[in-house]
């Protein structure tokens, strides 16, 4: 495999970096002090480039592309911000993953996501059970009316604003049953935004992505729906990616949109520290020349560099179709603890700067944090490497 990018990727890579310094920084401020998602001035924008139909063939209206390019994208919008990274990231992926799951009997669902005029959520996570995602406890039960949705999700991004929700459910046959039947039993349904049940839940206040909205959903008696929007995964109200399996392949690819998102936080913590480490004096020289500062931006730029690289591997697997589950949990593992990292080191450095929010750099910083624990925590994804490596076959 090549680590350079191919001419393609280097062109989205300089119009994603520019239009996110024009465009989207200047919303920054305001949208982390009210703690919103401005996707009105974000997602037109997108859409006119093309970055909301990367992975969509042109045949069905996209612009075609690699994984790698949807990585590209989640990197350089959080290099500008994270919660805006977060906020986007349905509207990035949903389209690709639709054309994935459904082929070309994804069209009809196409138009309103890649034109940035639909927000959708994904809703696996409740009170309950997170890292476990097969304990969830949300149901489905058939009816006359077609199929019921009963339960409560949370910590859902998106979740106050968004129009369609993809929500996790087991089917309430199987919901008292055995482990490994209730998995099958498992899967993604549709549900729109003021379907009579659904209610969304209090927004919930965080450490940091404030600009990404977060919240709980309830579901009392929802009719899941094939949405004219986004149904494609509820054929008849089943979802297509059926099943715990079919819901954990899903997740592969956000792993490693999270992976980019977080190498782009630790990319523009690096990017503050390498003029502050020339510029800032102590000691009668730049701080850069104390050589406990000095190696952390070292640090900083080979980790950058190897979490690139392994989340290069992972997307040319993924795009060949090869059992990638190791080699993505491998690079979200690294990327996001090396984010951690890096941001808290950027603290560090920054000195009391570092702290003040009059500089960017504590946002990275609690921005940075999250990774190590959404779409599978640390210990998840280490749980997978050693699964895939056989150490728990025997
Ligand atoms: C800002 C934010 C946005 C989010 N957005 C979404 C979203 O859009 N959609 C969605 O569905 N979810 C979302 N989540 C939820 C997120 O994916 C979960 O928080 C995450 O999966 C962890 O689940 P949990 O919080 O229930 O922690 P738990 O599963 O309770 O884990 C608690 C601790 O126990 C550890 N642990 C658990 N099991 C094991 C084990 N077997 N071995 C070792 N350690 C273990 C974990 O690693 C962790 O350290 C979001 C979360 C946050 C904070």
């Known amino acids: 495999m090549s680590y350079r990018l191919s001419e393609e990727e280097r062109l989205l890579q300089t119009t994603v970096r520019e239009f996110a310094n024009n465009e989207l920084a200047p919303l920054v401020a305001d949208a982390e002090r009210t703690g919103t998602f401005p ?14 139909s990367i992975g969509v063939p042109p045949e069905l209206g996209g612009v075609g592309g690699t994984g790698l390019m949807l990585c590209i994208v989640a990197e350089e919008i959080a290099r500008v911000c994270g919660g805006f990274a977060i906020g986007v990231m349905g509207s990035v992926l949903s389209p690709a993953a639709l054309v994935r799951m459904r082929g070309p ?3 009809p669902a196409l138009p309103p996501l890649v034109q940035g005029l639909t927000l959708p959520a994904m809703a696996f996570t409740e009170p309950g059970a997170g890292s476990d995602l097969a304990a969830i406890r949300c149901t489905v039960t058939k009816s006359d009316r077609g199929l019921l949705l009963n339960g409560t999700k949370t910590f859902i991004s998106n979740g106050p ?6 929500v996790a459910a087991v089917r309430s046959e199987v919901a008292d049953r055995p482990r490994a039947e209730r998995a099958r039993g498992m899967g993604l349904h549709v549900v729109l935004r003021g379907t009579p049940g659904f209610t969304i839940g209090r927004p919930l206040a965080k450490l940091g992505m404030r600009s990404s909205e977060t919240g709980e959903l309830h579901f009392e008696d929802v009719l899941v729906a094939n949405a004219p929007g986004v149904g494609a995964a509820s054929g008849a109200g089943a979802g297509q990616a059926q099943g715990f399996r079919g819901m954990m392949e899903l ?7 999270i992976a980019a998102l977080s ?4 990319q523009a913590a690096f ?15 730049p701080i850069g020349q104390h050589q406990a500062t000095g190696f952390k931006v070292a640090r900083m730029a080979m980790n950058l560099d190897a979490a690139r690289a392994l989340v290069q591997r992972a997307c040319e697997l993924y795009e060949a179709g090869e059992r990638c589950t190791r080699a993505v949990s491998e690079a979200k593992l690294f990327a996001t603890e090396a984010a951690v ?16 929010e009059e500089l960017p750099v504590e946002r990275y910083f609690r921005d940075a944090r999250v990774g190590t624990i959404w779409e599978g925590t ?7 490497i050693c699964r895939e490596l056989g150490l728990y076959s025997e």
């Open 39 to 52: 996707r009105d001035r974000i997602l037109p924008g997108m859409a006119a480039l093309g970055l909301l």
């Open 105 to 107: 009997a994804a069209a």
């Open 161 to 166: 604003t968004a129009d369609v929700y993809l």
């Open 251 to 257: 997740l592969d690819f956000n792993r490693l949109y």
């Open 263 to 266: 190498i782009g936080i630790g």
């Open 271 to 285: 990017e503050a520290c390498v003029p502050y480490v020339k510029q800032r004096v102590a000691f009668d020289r």
């Open 341 to 356: 990292a890096i941001t808290g080191d950027a603290v560090q450095i920054h000195g009391g700067y570092g702290y003040i």
């Open 378 to 384: 640390s210990e998840i994804q280490q749980q997978i």
